[in-house]
């Protein structure tokens, strides 16, 4: 699957040894409820190609 950035980039969702990773970085703590949407904290940092 493939979630879309406010940016308008693509990132790759899969599955590996049945934890969630979003292009690459694990998703260390997923839906973490805020004042403005829901977070889902990951291993890496996701910067954008320039």
Known sequence: Q????VQGKELA???KDGKV??????VATPD???SNGV???IDA???PKS
């Open 2 to 5: 493939k979630l879309k950035t």
């Open 32 to 34: 973490v409820v805020s």
């Open 45 to 47: 940092v996701v910067m």
């Open 21 to 26: 990773m979003i292009d690459g970085a694990t």
């Open 13 to 15: 969702v899969t599955m």
């Open 39 to 41: 977070i889902h904290v």
